[in-house]
């Protein structure tokens, strides 16, 4: 579940790879970056994808770099993400006495889905649903992890444009250099050998 295939260091060379490769002006894939990296910060798991190609088609960014952008958001940075996020709202809503602890928030968040599920099949059988249970996540954990992950997301957001955009223009620079030179090889190889029966 939490180390790629690969190991860690060849699934991130692989999405420096791909990041460096998309065909588009530096300022969009950095664009889509931030997205990504923003969306990152967000307690609507399972959505990350759809906002994150969602808020690069509005900002003008490149949705293929959103998408890989929510990278940033692993099984590594998701457990400092949801403490620094939900830490963050709670000083900023004022509820940490009702909050629920740091250390429980990943537990909180699969029983929150474990009776979102059950109360969606009591909807077809005899049982009962009890929503009310759902109250303390809602208002002791989503929310002020909804609130606190804006700032510390934008803040990522904005320092991974800064960052990635001088590197992608330099690095779409460097490559197109290479072609050029590339191109002017083959064509004087083409040149000389044309040269050479008639000589």
């Not at 991130?12 to 997205?35: E, F, K, N, T, V």
């Not at 994808?49 to 509005?58: K, M, R």
Request: net charge positive.
């Amino acid at each position: 579940m939490v180390m790629p295939e690969g190991g860690w260091l060849r699934a991130l060379s692989y999405l420096r790879h791909r990041l460096l490769r998309i065909p588009d002006a530096p300022h969009r894939i950095a664009r889509g970056i931030g997205c990504g990296i923003f969306v990152s910060f967000l307690p609507l798991f399972g959505l990350h994808f759809f906002l994150a190609a969602g808020a690069a088609w509005l900002i003008r960014g490149n949705v293929v770099a959103a998408l890989l952008g929510t990278a940033f958001g692993n099984p590594v940075t998701f457990p400092l993400i949801a403490v620094v996020s939900v830490e963050l709202g709670h000083l900023l809503l004022g509820t940490g006495v009702d909050g629920v602890p740091a250390l429980q928030i990943l537990t909180a968040f699969a029983q929150a889905g474990d009776e979102v599920l059950r109360n969606i099949w009591a909807i077809f059988s005899p049982e009962p649903t009890q929503w009310q249970r759902l109250s303390r996540f809602f208002f002791g954990l989503f929310i002020p992890y909804l609130v606190g992950g804006i700032l510390p997301g934008l803040a990522c957001a904005f320092a991974g444009y800064c960052l990635s955009l001088p590197i992608i223009g330099a690095v779409q620079t460097l490559r197109r250099k290479r072609m050029r030179d590339r191109a002017e090889r083959l064509r004087e190889a083409a040149a000389a050998r044309q040269d050479g029966p008639q000589a």
